[in-house]
């Protein structure tokens, strides 16, 4: 079985900045996308940032050069930097893999989230 779980939410005003981190525990054999979602009440989950094993990364357009994400492949862990926030950043953030298993199958797993609050 493969855990991930998420540290770093909190409250912060608008303008600050967050550190998000992801570590992935368990019968791992390769990790390959990392991402970010986040979902606020009433609205479906939202894709924030992915990056792959070779550290290619994607961004939605809304954190585009205010987010950072990024990875330690030795560790299994996921970051996202959250700088220049701002209240629309509010929402539960979950980290989500794609993991291989000793098994030989691919499976995908979800962390259980953490609170954003960006509010002043």
């Known amino acids: 079985q493969v855990q991930l779980v998420e540290s770093g939410g909190g409250l912060v005003q608008p303008g600050g900045s967050l550190r998000l981190s992801c570590a992935a525990s368990g019968s791992i054999v390769h990790i390959y996308a990392m991402n970010w979602y986040r979902q606020t009440p009433g609205k479906q989950r939202e894709l924030v940032a992915d990056?792959?094993?070779?550290?290619?990364?994607n961004y939605v357009d809304s954190v585009k050069g205010r987010f950072t994400i990024s990875r330690d492949n030795a560790k299994n862990m996921v970051y996202l930097q959250m700088n220049s926030l701002k209240p629309e950043d509010t929402a539960v953030y979950y980290c989500?893999?794609?993991?291989?298993?000793?098994?030989?199958?691919?499976?995908?797993?979800w962390g259980q989230g953490t609170q954003v609050t960006v509010s002043s």
């Open positions: 990056i792959t094993s070779d550290g290619s990364t």
């Open positions: 989500h893999s794609v993991v291989s298993l000793p098994t030989g199958t691919f499976t995908t797993y």
